[in-house]
């Protein structure tokens, strides 16, 4: 037959028996599949009947030729009333220069295999489209194929997707904005704010010296009450880079043996002249000898002062500090307790947090900006340490340090020195 199947009936006995132009068309494009792939007739039809796929077969006049149950479904229309029109007819207008070339490539032999188009067709679902030529043999052109299957959950996921990389895209935007909008302000800062103030301290250091002349007094203690509120915004001030930098500069700070013996010892001595001034009674129980872990001198130095400072400020007039230093082979210990106002179990775990300050008056009304516990923290983070507080109102606070003696050094390595 090679594509030339031709029915006996006479014109009008289809429609006599019931069949018509239907049946006589769609026997003609499942004769093509039984004359070169012998199978029986009927089981070929259950099987196009069985398929959730729409599959469409267009001859070689463009013609519709078939249409499966699922294809009559998808497109909302009968095979009936299809039959026998051109293919362009089921699509817009817009997307018919598209099909004929679709098709054209087909048959020329310039694309092989198949074609993909999606197209937007009933009710806003979404099909996928799959063209495939068919050949007959002598590579006989005898239409095309199209396989037809709802993407519509597909594409809904895909759109999500899009629209959640671009949600995803300008939150990404906004944070570098800000974090640059942070640099901005933190270069702001220390040319707005600490260069002229060192200038100030400077001339205020002279007049204290009694450079510009003699002082009186009251002039003195005015001038020392502004010198020491200098002092205090410069320290605010380098805790601000010092907080901003954490955790983004690991790779610069060099790792070196240090005595924490030694590193204690300087911070009382340090906090030591604002403790008598409350008259609170400082206890160190350190061990003899050294007690060397691998740290950041200066860091380490701001982690013990920064705990001695905070347990001085929310202590009692007349109170007492204690801190003592431990180890074991791994590592080793540090406890500062204080018998001062103590913390709320309810502010328990926000004490480590940016600008958290307890609502407790601290002594002298001293006020900070309440990012010292969370310097603290992030210097032990980066001494790969554990701090732990406890505390009770009224009884005071206890602040435990655990820092281990050798750092496992990161995937991307820190600078460490080798003496």
């Not at 519709?64 to 089921?90: F, M, V």
């Not at 930098?245 to 700070?253: L, S």
């Amino acid at each position: 037959m090679q594509g030339s199947f031709r029915s006996n009936r006479k014109k009008g006995e289809g429609r006599k028996n019931g069949k018509g132009l239907e049946s006589l068309v769609s026997t003609h494009f499942l004769c093509y599949f039984c004359v070169y792939h012998p199978m029986d007739l009927s089981i070929l039809k259950e099987i196009f009947a069985a398929m959730e796929q729409g599959v469409v077969f267009i001859d070689d006049q463009n013609r519709i030729a078939y249409y499966n149950p699922a294809a009559e479904k998808i497109r909302n229309t009968s095979l009936q009333e299809k039959l026998g029109q051109s293919i362009l007819q089921c699509h817009p207008e817009k997307s018919h220069p598209k099909v004929m070339k679709i098709i054209e490539d087909l048959r020329s032999g310039k694309v092989k295999g198949h074609h993909r188009m999606n197209l937007q067709l009933v009710e806003g679902k979404f099909y996928d489209n799959t063209y495939s030529a068919v050949w007959g043999p002598e590579n006989q052109y005898l239409g095309v194929i199209v396989v037809t299957q709802d993407v519509t959950k597909r594409k809904k996921a895909e759109d999500e997707l899009k629209e959640a990389l671009t949600k995803l895209q300008q939150a990404n935007e906004e944070l570098v904005r800000l974090d640059r909008m942070k640099d901005d302000f933190l270069s702001n800062v220390s040319h707005e704010l600490k260069t002229p103030m060192i200038s100030v301290m400077g001339y205020l250091g002279m007049i204290l010296k009694e450079k510009a002349g003699p002082l009186n007094e009251m002039q003195r203690k005015f001038l020392e009450i502004s010198y020491k509120n200098l002092l205090k915004l410069e320290k605010n001030i380098d805790q601000l880079f010092e907080l901003a930098e954490m955790g983004i500069q690991e790779e610069a700070y060099l790792f070196e043996p240090v005595d924490l013996v030694k590193i204690i010892q300087f911070s009382c001595s340090t906090v030591e002249p604002l403790a008598k001034e409350h008259q609170i009674d400082l206890e160190t129980q350190l061990p003899l000898d050294p007690v060397i872990i691998e740290g950041v001198p200066d860091k380490l130095d701001q982690l013990f002062d920064n705990l001695l400072t905070n347990a001085v400020k929310y202590n009692r007039r007349g109170g007492k500090i204690t801190v003592s230093l431990s180890e074991n082979e791994q590592s080793v210990f540090a406890h500062v307790m204080d018998t001062g106002v103590g913390i709320s179990h309810q502010s328990l775990p926000e004490v480590f947090t940016r600008h958290f300050q307890e609502k407790k008056k601290p002594l002298g009304d001293v006020k900070g900006l309440g990012i010292g516990l969370s310097l603290v923290q992030e210097i032990v983070k980066l001494h790969q340490g554990q701090i732990h507080i406890e505390s009770e109102l009224g009884k005071g606070t206890v602040f435990s340090v655990m820092l281990s003696k050798k750092r496992t050094p990161p995937e991307t390595g820190v600078k460490r020195s080798e003496g």
